[in-house]
């Protein structure tokens, strides 16, 4: 079964820091680019990086001016997405998502095809 499951979210004073994890289970993690996203109720979701591979492009989303950095780990078919500097506005339900090889069409929702259940991340005081 083609499978990614989220953790890491949690509650996070501003300023702080958190890491997401995205494990992939049934496909070959190397053939395809992994992006996070996230949600809040009532706006657009919103596409934030796409990792794909060590030596693969990387994509960011303009808006986070280099707070969240994404890395991974193919041994253990995971894509990590640390966050600093949160804010409030950061609080939402962030998903993972498999994409197309290096990424290929970037952030856009419509080129990824299997997602996460999603991790609830919360920034407030």
């Known amino acids: 079964e083609v499978q990614l499951v989220e953790s890491g979210g949690g509650l996070v004073q501003p300023g702080g820091s958190l890491r997401l994890s995205c494990t992939a289970s049934?496909?070959?993690?190397?053939?395809?680019?992994i992006g996070w996203f996230r949600q809040v109720p009532g706006k657009e979701r919103e596409g934030l990086s796409c990792f794909s591979g060590s030596d693969g492009p990387r994509y960011y989303a303009v808006s986070l001016k280099g707070r969240f950095t994404i890395s991974g780990d193919n041994a253990k078919n995971t894509v990590y997405l640390q966050m600093n500097s949160l804010k409030p506005e950061d609080t939402a339900v962030y998903y993972c998502?498999?994409?197309?090889?290096?990424?290929?069409?970037?952030?856009?929702?419509?080129?990824?095809?299997?997602w996460g259940q999603g991790t609830q991340v919360t920034v407030s005081s």
């Open positions: 998502a498999r994409g197309g090889r290096r990424c290929a069409g970037g952030l856009n929702d419509g080129a990824y095809d299997v």
């Open positions: 049934g496909f070959t993690f190397d053939d395809y680019g």
